[in-house]
T-cell receptor, first 112, second 115 residues
Framework: DAKTTQPTSMDCAEGRAANLPCNHS???????VYWYRQIHSQGPQYIIH???NNETNEMASLIITEDRKSSTLILPHATLRDTAVYYC?????????????FGKGTHLIIQP | NAGVTQTPKFQVLKTGQSMTLQCAQD?????MYWYRQDPGMGLRLIYY???????DKGEVPNGYNVSRLNKREFSLRLESAAPSQTSVYFC??????????????FGSGTRLTVV
């Protein structure tokens, strides 16, 4: 799986868009970018994933650069409940059939 | 609600005791996983089962055994607990169709303390 790099922590004001960056310069052509989040003490929650095109669902949007070396997860209107650790993971589409590799992620703190 | 159920939620063991962590999913997922999470660290994969009848080691399998009892259930056993196994354990499941994974669903975790 591709190595990903994320900032350790970020702040965002409630009601604003939260933009979480992720670098994955070694990602291969058929590896997807997955995003999960973990709210304190809970199990991680799947958010979104993408390959080349930008993706949107009810939780977030995923913007992937054309060269696929980086991506941004966007939470359009952040609320206090979005405070969590966000994990960016590169994995093959089968992926991980043999287990996803979670790094330390970005601790996003939504400020009131 | 449909999802992944882990039992127990909390457990304290003495060094050398054994126990089994239970995990069941009702989403007809074919793949299941056990992770551990230590303070300030990401999740580390212990064992996984890509499909019923198969199990494989992950990153940190030492001191653990697993059983994929059926499609729904995947248990994790500590034969002789050690303080280093104090951690939060998460079970997850996922749907694999062909060669595509639709994302993991995690349980709420088991908080294990070994004294």
């Amino acid at each position: 799986d591709a190595k990903t790099t994320q900032p350790t922590s970020m702040d965002c004001a409630e009601g604003r868009a939260a933009n979480l960056p992720c670098n994955h310069s070694t990602i291969s052509g058929n590896e997807y970018v997955y995003w999960y989040r973990q709210i304190h003490s809970q199990g991680p929650q799947y958010i979104i994933h993408g390959l080349k095109n930008n993706e949107t669902n009810e939780m977030a949007s995923l913007i992937i650069t054309e060269d696929r070396k980086s991506s941004t997860l966007i939470l359009p209107h952040a609320t206090l409940r979005d405070t969590a650790v966000y994990y960016c993971i590169g994995a093959y589409s089968g992926g991980g059939a043999d287990g996803l590799t979670f790094g330390k992620g970005t601790h996003l703190i939504i400020q009131p | 609600n449909a999802g992944v159920t882990q039992t127990p939620k909390f457990q304290v063991l003495k060094t050398g005791q054994s126990m089994t962590l239970q995990c069941a999913q009702d989403m007809n997922h074919n793949s299941m996983y056990w992770y551990r999470q230590d303070p300030g660290m990401g999740l580390r994969l212990i064992y996984y089962s890509a499909s019923e009848g198969t199990t494989d080691k992950g990153e940190v399998p030492n001191g653990y055994n697993v059983s994929r009892l059926n499609k729904r259930e995947f248990s994790l056993r500590l034969e002789s607990a050690a303080p280093s196994q104090t951690s939060v354990y998460f079970c997850a499941s996922s749907l694999m169709t062909g060669y595509f994974n639709y994302g993991y669903t995690f349980g709420s975790g088991t908080r294990l303390t070994v004294v």
